[in-house]
């Protein structure tokens, strides 16, 4: 597919970069951008420029924010004793979304991946451990995705805090998920959740 | 989702506005640009710029391209005697990529679609008939989508084209697709290749 214009293609090019964007959705996009308004696109194009040139990372957390610290980080209201550890800012997002957890994050930037090349170094867990070794955490939440890596990243972490005595490493539960059909559940996770059986509370 | 950055959340907002991207897949794809190189992401946004400030049509057809006229209707080697009428950019590319055909084109910009409220006003139209009437086209091939909507466009234009006496106006073949199997094509176009049918050449 030879494009006429250069303009027009670099643009394709540029979203057909994007994961899951293949030329065709990319030519589409760029052709619904050009209908469009010119100032609603040069909205578009100052917002990614904004982005990555103003965004920062939280020096605590590493979640994502404007400033030196995270909204979260700096909220009195939050409990700063637990920290929950995740994989990403969305992980970070959808635990919000719950309204159920009132503590802190630690976001990891991904888990141990050997099979992408991510080891523990690319990962901001030597800072979580400074953290917890600071001596203010009472509980650190994994709450990584229950994949082989997110697994083996849990075990690196705990043996990681295995000298901070006084910190509670848990994890969230793994069980069947709310409104699931039971036969339709896998048998790791039925497994799971009968051998995490728990006192029924009517 | 509360977004914790003003900056993350805007650009989410705009990938978020284009056709077929709901926020959650807009976060992904913004989280997947901040892990990119920042020059990337300016190389991307100035893409954008650039579309829109620098992209132009062709005078003749409504390609697009980058100067004053298109580089099919500046060809020597094509046949200015016959016009295609499409409706849109991608058609011009997907008929190109056939290498089936040597005319030139004439973009539309879309169909009529009361629905959608647009009317032939709106589109390519006049200048259409303005550029058969000049009087060096001898043939005006509609190929437009087989949909209602292209159908009543196709029945405008030809009627409009309807005082260019010496004009073929002809549309492209309609029947069963390449690789298609007979019974899961459905009634209309099976009829109508039923009542299309020519001479077999063995």
């Known amino acids: 597919m030879e494009i006429p214009s250069l303009y027009l293609e670099r643009a394709v090019s540029q979203f057909a970069q994007l994961p899951g964007i293949g030329r065709k959705t990319a030519m589409r996009l760029v052709l619904h951008l050009l209908k469009r308004e010119r100032d609603d696109v040069d909205a578009f194009a100052d ?5 990555v040139n103003n965004v920062h990372y939280c020096r605590v957390c590493h979640n994502i924010c404007d400033g030196d610290i995270c909204g979260i980080c700096a909220s009195q209201s ?3 004793a637990t920290v929950c550890v995740v994989e990403s800012i969305q992980d970070v997002l959808a635990i919000e979304a719950t309204q159920q957890y009132n503590g802190v994050y630690h976001v990891l930037g991904g888990v141990i991946s050997p099979m992408d090349g991510i080891g523990p170094q690319d990962l901001e867990i030597t800072s979580l451990v400074e953290r917890v070794a600071a001596g ?4 650190v939440i994994l709450a990584l995705s229950p994949t082989m890596e997110g697994d083996t990243t849990d075990f690196y972490i705990f043996r990681k805090l295995a000298d ?11 069980g069947v998920a709310q409104n699931d ?3 339709y559940t896998d048998e790791a996770t039925l497994g799971r959740s009968i051998l995490d059986r728990k006192p029924f509370r009517g």
Chains 1, 2 share one sequence.
């Open 136 to 139: 203010n955490v009472k509980e």
């Open 47 to 51: 917002s990614l420029h904004d982005l």
């Open 164 to 174: 901070c005595h006084d910190v509670d490493i848990t994890t969230i539960a793994r």
């Open 181 to 183: 059909q039971l036969h």
């Open 78 to 80: 939050r409990d700063h």
